[in-house]
């Protein structure tokens, strides 16, 4: 059972066990909003605990019965919810393929951004992205740069989060930054073993 330290556990009955893995190497980007375009409020957590009050808005009808999750949320304000461990499969992407590879779940990490398509996301989303991200590539190596795409890079057509308004460019400067930064204590740390050889 693998968790953020720094995202709040969610008790969440959808998931299950993957089948291997070892062959995590894929991140995916979501958005949700409950009701859509409404923020704050509790309908996230709701549908992914199965625990959603389905007369609490009209839109919410739709999604009785449906049992779907992902790993971790990210609210607008930066905090995080984890509501499966990355070692098992989230319910997140559905009926997908990328490179060739079909079954998206079995393999992939799903993270949602609270926000919609088209409202561009916050700074703190953003600053809470990239250090769950790294943390993340961290425990599953495999994850490369390229391999962290939209749910709309692995369900085209059918699914078009996290939308226009996510800043992919921004996103992978401060990938690439977080991981130079990372880097650097264990040159320090190289180098003051080297000095301490020579004393
Ligand atoms: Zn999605």
Redesign the pocket.
């Given at each position: 059972m693998k968790y953020y330290p720094l995202a709040a556990q969610v008790d969440c009955p959808f998931f299950d066990e993957r089948p291997n893995e070892s062959d995590v190497n894929l991140l995916v980007i979501?958005?949700?909003s409950l009701p859509p375009e409404e923020f704050g409020g509790d309908g996230i957590r709701g549908l992914f605990t199965g625990t959603l009050d389905y007369s609490a808005h009209p839109f919410y009808a739709q999604l009785e019965g449906l049992r779907v999750s992902a790993h971790c949320v990210i609210y607008r304000d930066g905090k995080i919810e984890q509501y499966v461990p990355f070692s098992h499969r989230a319910w997140?992407a559905g009926v997908s393929s990328f490179q060739g590879v079909s079954r998206c779940n079995d393999y992939s990490i799903g993270i949602?951004l609270e926000g919609t398509d088209n409202l561009a996301y916050t700074q703190v989303q953003y600053d809470a992205l990239v250090e769950l991200t790294s943390f993340i590539r961290k425990v599953y190596p495999r994850i490369s740069l390229g391999r962290i795409v939209g749910?709309n890079d692995i369900a085209p057509g059918r699914?078009t989060?996290p939308g226009v308004a996510f800043n992919w460019t921004y996103f992978r400067q401060r990938i690439n930054h977080r991981k130079s930064l990372v880097s650097e204590p264990t040159q320090m740390n190289v180098t003051a073993k080297k000095s301490r050889e020579k004393l």
């Open positions: 979501h958005n949700i997140h949602e749910h699914k989060d």
